[in-house]
């Protein structure tokens, strides 16, 4: 009989766990499986400043089957700062689904969670992923409440070469930011971001620092929006296919059918298509979209100044995501080629219920590169 045993995964795992995220796409119409090559605890910089990996391993191999991941950041919670915990790439081989592995797994989790770092978790899950959704939010014994928190919105904005287009607010001068501008910048994004829940804390090393928790994001993809030298608005876009990368699997139905006949219209349009399978999808992610006042024409700017600057390039979609109570995601879904949506929820065990009753309704972000 197959034993199974659940540890904190280590820098000896990396391969198993690569392996795993290979094996376990995502399914739909396009089939995804999210990779982290070539160093899956290189890549978890950008998860948060703690980590753990929970493994889940088969003692008959000594290979790791399945695992899933803690991570704590610092976030704006209510205006002030404080740390929040994010569940995330719960994995597991379809061979040993069925056999009671997730309860055990979170039974785990629990005993993690006695360090009482954090009092909840945030986490997402796909539209249209019902197994899971059904599974999780199932309140049986070991898994913990899921609580719905909303719909995050991921829009795709075509980059190609006639692609995203907007005039600038009278008097706004546009730019690629420089050193210069890091001050300034930490100062907005410390003023803007706790209008927002769970907006993330960032210091000057995430910037500097090649393990900061904005790994590979250049200055230069920073377009900083100024009237009469004051900074009003920002908007990155983040490469990280140095470390992280959306790798197509497979097409479905009529997407797969067409995909030949639509790239050609694309290419027409001088916009991008859809790449083979076993290509990855190369997208540009948007990080910390912030405009003074949610000025939805500014933010229309920043979104086409950065599309100006990328169009033609490597990336060909540029990747926003925004819940669904934010005020600037009607300005993103001008721009959409199309829309993908996640479902939020708050996760936690009875210690929890406090600290998610004392949230305010202030809108909800998350960073989508760090999901």
């Not at 280590?10 to 739909?28: E, K, V």
């Not at 829309?339 to 936690?348: A, D, I, K, R």
Request: aromatic letters at 10%; hydrophobic letters at 40%.
């Amino acid at each position: 009989m197959t034993r199974f045993q659940f540890e904190l995964a280590t820098p000896s795992d990396d391969a198993d766990l690569r392996s795993i995220l290979a094996s376990t796409p995502m399914p739909g119409r396009i089939a995804v499986s999210l990779r982290r090559e070539p160093n899956w605890f290189a890549a978890a910089v950008v998860d948060g400043d703690f980590r753990q990996v929970v493994a889940c391993r088969n003692l008959d191999t000594g290979r790791v089957v399945g695992f899933g991941c803690r991570s704590i950041r610092r976030l704006y919670v209510n205006g002030h700062l404080a740390e929040v915990g994010y569940l995330s790439s719960l994995r597991l081989l379809p061979e040993f689904r069925n056999l009671g592995l997730i309860a055990r797994g979170y039974a785990f989790f629990r005993g993690l969670h006695e360090d009482r770092r954090v009092p909840f978790y945030l986490t997402t899950i796909a539209e249209g992923n019902n197994s899971t959704i059904n599974l999780l939010t199932s309140g049986r014994a070991q898994l913990p409440a899921y609580h719905f928190a909303g719909r995050f919105h991921t829009i795709a904005l075509n980059l190609g070469r006639r692609a995203l287009r907007h005039d600038s607010p009278a008097g706004v001068k546009l730019s690629a930011a420089c050193a210069d501008d890091l001050p300034a910048i930490l100062k907005l994004l410390a003023t803007e971001g706790p209008r927002r829940q769970f907006f993330p804390h960032y210091e000057l090393n995430d910037f500097l620092r090649a393990d900061g928790k904005l790994r590979g994001l250049q200055l230069e993809s920073v377009i900083v929006a100024r009237r009469g030298g004051r900074l009003l608005g920002l908007l990155a876009g983040w490469d990280q296919h140095a470390y992280r990368q959306n790798m197509v699997d497979g097409y479905s139905g009529w997407v797969g059918r067409l995909r030949p006949l639509y790239n050609g219209w694309q290419r027409l349009r001088g916009l991008s298509g859809l790449p083979p399978p076993g290509q990855p999808l190369r997208c540009l992610t948007a990080a910390f979209p912030q405009v003074v006042d949610n000025d939805p024409e500014l933010f229309a700017a920043l979104i086409g100044e950065l599309g100006r600057r990328h169009a033609g390039g490597t990336c060909s979609h540029l990747l926003i995501g925004l819940h669904e109570t934010d005020p600037l995601l009607s300005v993103a879904q001008r721009f959409a080629a199309r829309s993908y949506t996640t479902f939020l929820y708050l996760v936690g065990w009875q210690d929890s219920d406090a600290a998610r009753a004392a949230l305010d309704r202030r809108p909800v972000y998350l960073e989508l590169g760090t999901l």
